[in-house]
């Protein structure tokens, strides 16, 4: 059976916010040290110490926004420990993630260094769980006032002098779990008490996020949104995906047979179900739709590559999670008016990440190429898809998202099928197609970049498609994701 995709100029959405194309960096394994940063004195090539490569190839697909310190870690983070010279920084063992020395090389400033080499803006996670309402409200005022006080001539003595007006706050992470083990009612209530000291400074308001369920945990948001509703911007959502659903035994990022291929597409799906039941909820609460939905963490989750640190999740990458990422993406473009953020976890060497690196070498993953693919849907508005296509193994055998900017409509579609290709038609109603491109990322399900093979998968130009009466008329092979722009 061949697909169709629908979709209507006269029918636009929300502005795809750009936020959605956005990343998570924690101090876990090698994402901050190693993976974005090296070092000034590194012979790795860098500037104030952030790799070259990796903040150009971040910089290529445009990340819009960048999570840190955590995660877990952000609620054991004291944020006093990562400032002032670095041979006095506090050294701590990096409890949740590997036991390894944290020595906070990495602190406020090289982050807010690093968000700036990339172009990026800053969303920094406080910690609720083990810190105090004091220690959050001074790490605003030292991040965003120009006032003379006391915490404001710390950061002059420490070399920066005009605030940074950082925008993004949240406030603790995973509270019911990591983050303090609480009760959704007492987490809201402390998320009252910690938002009341974030102040404004300026012309800066905060955009306060609280820390909403673990995927579809409706009590917690409920009582969250009862509780904190009308006092946070956003609240967040975790979804991961775990190719068998067992945290004891993920199972491998490479080796991986069709049934697991198509287990782990179809966990993935989920994350519809997921984003759609706890709107459900938040509409209950604010049927005007004022706080937002974040999806600041998502992405595969296996066991990790054999002979690393256990607590480092360090993983491969293949054309699967290629599809992965394509499948959430489009589920996030769908959501447009309420999804305003998600970041995947994580940027560079841990989970689902766009790279990897080893030593002064750096690879590309395939979903790093998805994320390129779909970097013309940011700030764009949505053009809702209607996709009409089989059913394989409990789940849509195409995924679709599409949106226009200035006359240009872009499609981002994936054929899921492991080794069949599909005929896929879009229509276009209320436009025509005067000039057609394409660009295409596929691969048999295992394939992946390597260290010895750098450039097994990457993006090409693609023209198996045809422009007709019908619409565009495409050949999509098996296990691909393309990106199409229209000029209407
Ligand atoms: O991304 C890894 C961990 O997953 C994060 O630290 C935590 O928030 C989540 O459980």
Redesign the pocket.
């Known amino acids: 059976m061949s697909a169709k995709i629908k979709v209507n100029l006269a029918n636009q959405g929300a502005v795809i916010s750009k936020n959605i194309y956005g990343h ?1 960096s ?1 101090h ?1 394994g090698r994402c901050i040290y190693g993976g974005l940063f090296v070092g000034e004195e590194s012979a790795i090539p860098n500037v104030n110490g952030m790799r070259t490569d990796v903040v150009e190839a971040l910089k290529n697909i445009r990340v819009p926004v960048l999570r840190w310190p ?4 952000a609620d054991e983070y004291h944020w006093e420990d990562g400032i002032g010279p670095k041979e006095t920084r506090k050294r701590m063992v990096n409890t ?1 993630w590997g036991g390894v020395v944290e020595d906070n090389s990495f602190g406020t400033h090289e982050f807010l260094e690093l968000c700036q080499q990339i172009g990026c803006e800053p969303y920094i996670n406080a910690n609720v769980g083990s810190g105090t309402v004091r220690e959050m409200a001074e790490w605003v005022e030292y991040l965003n006032s120009a006032g003379d006080s006391t915490v404001v001539k710390k950061r002059w003595a420490n070399g920066r002098k005009d605030p940074w007006g950082v925008k993004f706050w949240g406030v603790g ?2 509270n019911w ?2 983050g303090g083990n609480m009760r959704p009612e007492y987490y809201a209530d402390e998320f009252r008490r910690y938002n009341t000291y974030c102040r404004n400074y300026g012309g800066n308001k905060l955009y306060r996020i609280a820390c909403g369920p673990g995927e579809a945990d409706l009590n917690w948001t409920e009582t969250l949104m009862k509780i904190a509703g009308n006092h946070c911007d956003a609240i967040t959502v ?1 979804y ?1 995906t775990l190719p068998t659903g067992d945290w004891s035994a993920k199972g491998s990022a490479t080796e991986f047979d069709r049934e697991s291929y198509y287990e782990t597409l179809r966990r993935t799906w989920r994350m519809e179900e997921v984003i759609r039941l706890n709107l459900e909820v938040m509409d209950k609460y604010d049927p005007q739709h004022r706080v937002g939905m974040i999806v600041d ?1 998502w992405g595969t989750w296996y066991d990790v590559e054999p002979g690393t640190n256990p607590g480092f ?1 360090y993983q491969q990458n293949t054309m699967r999670d290629a599809m992965v990422a394509a499948i959430n993406l489009n589920i996030f473009n769908s959501h447009a008016d309420r999804v305003v953020m998600a970041n995947l ?2 940027t560079v060497n ?2 689902q990440a766009v790279i990897l690196t080893d030593g002064d070498q750096m690879i590309k993953t395939p979903t790093y190429h998805v994320f390129d693919l779909y970097k013309a849907h940011h700030d764009a508005t949505l053009l809702p898809a209607e996709v009409e296509c089989a059913e394989l193994n409990g789940f849509r055998q195409v995924t679709a998202s599409a949106s226009v900017k200035e006359n240009v409509i872009t499609l981002t579609a994936a054929n899921l099928h492991a080794d069949q290709p599909e005929k896929v038609l879009l229509e276009i109603a209320g436009g025509e197609a005067n000039k057609v491109t394409a660009r295409i990322l596929t691969g048999y399900m295992h394939a992946r970049n390597t260290f010895e093979d750098q450039h097994a998968v990457e993006i090409a130009a693609f023209t198996d498609f045809a422009v007709t009466e019908a619409g565009i008329e495409m050949n999509l092979p098996a296990c691909s994701v393309v990106e199409v722009t229209i000029h209407a």
């Open positions: 998570f924690e876990l955590g995660g877990c870690f949740n992470n995973e779990g990591c975790h991961y963490e999740l976890a994580q841990v989970l």
